[in-house]
Nanobody, 118 residues
Framework: QVQLAESGGGLVQAGGSLRLSCVVSGRSFRSLALAWFRQAPGKEREFVANIGLTGSTYGDAVKGRLAISRDNDRNTVYLQMNVLKHGDTALYYC?????????????WGPGTQVTVFS
């Protein structure tokens, strides 16, 4: 069973940066696509970014400010967050899907909280 554990969240001033990490275990890391989602209080879960073995995609709200990457030797996926805004405040989740023609995000971590203050 795939297990995901996020870390790196915290309190940051607007305009600052954070890097989130998600360590994956329980399955060959190279067989997985990984993604970040977020959920703010009172809002639906929102797609942030995903990454396969060769490419990545981003949600419109974060393009140009956030970057997803993966380290296949460390079984870790990262989310570099720059120029943070108050609207980035949310619980950030890491998700995994078996690589294939479609990606079914069936595995989730417990989340890490990011709070941006002015």
């Amino acid at each position: 069973q795939v297990q995901l554990a996020e870390s790196g969240g915290g309190l940051v001033q607007a305009g600052g940066s954070l890097r989130l990490s998600c360590v994956v275990s329980g399955r060959s890391f190279r067989s997985l696509a990984l993604a970040w989602f977020r959920q703010a209080p009172g809002k639906e879960r929102e797609f942030v970014a995903n990454i396969g073995l060769t490419g990545s995609t981003y949600g419109d709200a974060v393009k140009g400010r956030l970057a997803i990457s993966r380290d296949n030797d460390r079984n870790t996926v990262y989310l570099q967050m720059n120029v943070l805004k108050h609207g980035d405040t949310a619980l950030y989740y890491c998700a995994g899907a078996v690589l294939g023609s479609t990606w079914d995000w069936g595995c989730w971590g417990p989340g890490t909280q990011v709070t941006v203050f002015s």
